[in-house]
């Protein structure tokens, strides 16, 4: 049997890291309000305790912003910050407060789906003055330079913006975030003999802490240093949100998804490479489907001897921006998945954005029964011997 260990930012969290969205938003604010004092060093300690970030990061601030020793590197942060129209509107949407990125993505969706709906209504390439989006009507055209932008022209500004703000998150994390000390292990992650990782997160931190033997499968890319605007791999956009034939013929926003991107900067293709070797380790499994079309799929419960596979989910909200990848390694018949969760609250989340992953019926069938195939396990209580119960 092979353990499978799937994060996501939770893992993070749990370690004590700040990465959550009001994390990372709180930095960059901080770099666009010091910006104009940079080179004068005119910044007094109750300026930045202000923002209410982590002292190990204000520590590495002073290191690397505040010092004579700036490298380029935090030069980019600084320009990336400038005028930057996601940034700016993050920092004065009614989401500032909250804290987990699926927030950050969701108002991402909510903004590119309200200019596309405008965009298909009008069905032309004309000057931005004429739409009805909220979000374009009240703040892109009080900050634009040019009010005559067209469509065209503001897309390809939303995306530059877009991938500018991501360069700086990958920053934060490689340059600040992989820089801060994790002392101690997770009795619970050290417990575990995983062979394989699959990480939502862009960190490092399992390989700091733990074995660096598994197989390491960055989902959605890693944080880098030594990365650019150009060459950063790093995944961060929305799910599909059309239906039907649409999702062939309106690409006008194709950019902006995570699915595109995966492709693009290839962080996809490992993981295809992983599922299609857990098929082909199958017992009393047939399927005539694509390999690739993973929604489609319904899996019946055979024995326990089928399962070759335990999938742990330790830190990851199971939301639907991912349920694609969710679904391709949870719905396999010899897959046993077990997810952890910290308190009832997050279980009960954890339990409903299942539901739109994997549809009601199916849920039930790997919940229940002699040969259930999900088990849900408080992080805090848990022993080895759960899972075979």
């Known amino acids: 049997m092979s353990n499978i260990l799937l994060i996501g930012n939770g893992f993070d969290l749990a370690h004590k890291l700040p990465t959550k969205y009001t994390d990372f938003l709180n930095f960059m604010q901080l770099i666009k309000y010091i910006q104009p004092q940079i080179d004068t060093h005119n910044i007094s300690l109750n300026e930045i305790n202000c923002y209410n970030l982590d002292p190990r990061i204000i520590s590495l601030i002073k290191q690397k912003l505040l010092s004579s020793e700036r490298t380029p590197i935090n030069d980019e942060l600084i320009e990336y910050s400038i005028n930057n129209i996601w940034l700016d509107y993050f920092v004065q949407c009614d989401m500032h407060g909250l804290e987990n990125w699926i927030d950050f993505e969701s108002e991402i969706s909510n903004v590119i789906q309200s200019l596309d709906k405008d965009l298909g209504e009008k069905n032309v390439y004309s000057s931005i003055e004429q739409l009805s989006t909220p979000f374009l009507s009240t703040f892109i055209l009080s900050n634009a330079t040019n009010t005559s932008y067209t469509y065209k022209q503001l897309i390809d500004t939303l995306l530059n913006d877009l991938n500018k703000l991501i360069r700086c998150f990958e920053i934060y994390l490689a340059d600040y975030i992989d820089n801060i000390q994790c002392i101690n292990p997770l009795p619970l992650i050290s417990s575990l ?6 990480s939502f997160n862009y960190t490092q931190t399992y390989l700091k802490l733990y074995s660096k033997n598994p197989t390491f499968y960055y989902i959605h890319g890693r944080a880098d240093t030594n990365n650019s ?19 062939k013929t309106k690409i006008e926003f194709i950019e902006f998804k995570k699915f595109y991107q995966r492709i693009l900067k290839q962080t996809g293709s490992d993981f295809v490479e992983l599922i299609d070797n857990i098929r082909a380790n199958r ?12 929604e489609d799929f319904i899996y019946t419960s055979t024995s326990k001897s089928d399962i070759l ?10 939301d639907k921006t991912d349920s694609d990848i969710l679904h391709a390694i949870i719905c396999n018949p010899n897959v046993c998945t077990v997810i952890f969760y910290k308190d009832l609250d997050q279980k009960r989340k954890q339990i409903a954005n299942l539901v739109n992953v994997l549809g009601p019926d199916e849920l039930i069938n790997k919940t229940g029964g002699l040969y259930k195939r999900i088990t849900f396990v408080d992080q805090n209580n848990y022993s080895p011997s759960i899972i075979s119960q």
């Open 193 to 198: 003999n995983i062979d394989c990782i699959l």
């Open 229 to 247: 605007l150009e060459t950063n791999n790093m995944v961060l956009g929305i799910d599909e949100y059309l239906k039907n034939d649409e999702k």
């Open 283 to 294: 017992i009393n499994y047939d399927f005539d489907a694509d390999p690739i079309e993973y």
């Open 309 to 318: 596979y335990t999938l742990y989910i330790f830190g990851h909200s199971l």
